[in-house]
């Protein structure tokens, strides 16, 4: 079985880490002229610096974060500012070359944990340190780390070797895809899943199977790709609040009804893209 086309796991970037303890490291980088930056915005939209590139020169602007060294040279943070052309990742992703979009879901991860500067434990706004990548409440010492969500994500196929897919009832029709959702406290990869496909769609799995990883920073989550099996041909039972729609589809199906407009799948940069594909494309 081959690894899963995962678009935002190729960035080519050493991140450099014992680096980012240097207190004048952003000062350098600032003073260093072949120094380049991602800017992106509290809402985590990337500025274009060109009408498919998301990396320009620093030009001595003041950097909110080290991300790392690439290309040989030191990249950095900036926050994207009005007038900037910005841009979703989900939007443009695909139309980067290179590495860039895998660079941009740092960028974009770090600067949404960054936005939010309040104490975790007494509410004091903190400071940066670590060249961006830990925060310090100067009235009770606390440190807080980013964060980042493990989320499951799961192409189940039944003895037919049909796909589920479904429609959550925050996606606008005729989208839909496979199912995921958070891990739990205490709970592993392969429970989530398991669990995740029983609470959604009254489906029971087995045949775990784990196919890879990226990061999908809408804010902060990583999404874990597994394929998992069902015996038999069990119809999909759901709350019709959560899932609105779900269904077993063969392959000539889902072509059909994607050339038709009724069914729309998620993003090409998404790992549910990727899943999708992988199973298309298995009998071609």
Request: aromatic content about 6%; proline content about 7%; hydrophobic content about 45%.
């Amino acid at each position: 079985m081959s690894a899963l086309a995962l678009p935002l796991v190729r960035a080519l970037i050493d991140l450099d880490t014992p680096a980012r303890l240097s207190e004048d490291l952003l000062a350098r980088c600032a003073a260093d002229p072949a120094s380049r930056a991602i800017a992106v915005n509290r809402r985590g939209e990337l500025a274009l610096a060109a009408p498919t590139s998301i990396i320009a020169p620093l030009a001595g602007r003041t950097p909110l974060a080290y991300l790392g060294r690439h290309a040989d040279a030191p990249l950095v943070l900036l926050d994207a500012t009005e007038g900037n052309d910005v841009r979703n990742l989900r939007e443009i992703g695909l139309d980067l070359p290179g590495d860039q979009a895998a660079l941009a879901a740092v960028a974009v991860a770090l600067r949404q944990w960054q936005a939010d500067a309040h104490c975790v434990a007494c509410g004091h706004e903190s400071e940066l340190i670590h060249s961006g990548w830990v925060f310090r409440c100067p009235a009770c010492g606390a440190e807080r780390y980013p964060r980042t969500d493990p989320c499951i994500i799961v192409a189940v196929t039944d003895d037919a070797d049909r796909l589920l897919l479904a429609r959550a009832a925050h996606f606008a029709y005729p989208r839909a895809s496979v199912l995921a959702g958070y891990v739990e406290p205490g709970e592993s990869l392969e429970a989530a899943v398991v669990r995740e496909v029983f609470e959604e769609a009254g489906v029971h799995v087995h045949d775990v199977t784990y196919r890879g990883s990226q990061p999908w920073p809408f804010p902060h989550s990583l999404m874990c790709a597994f394929t998992a099996r069902t015996s038999g041909m069990p119809t999909p039972v759901i709350d019709g609040e959560e899932i609105v729609e779900a269904a077993f589809y063969t392959r000539d199906e889902v072509r059909t009804r994607i050339a038709e407009g009724t069914l729309q799948l998620p993003s090409g940069i998404s790992v549910a893209s990727a899943l999708v594909t992988d199973w298309l494309e298995e009998s071609a």
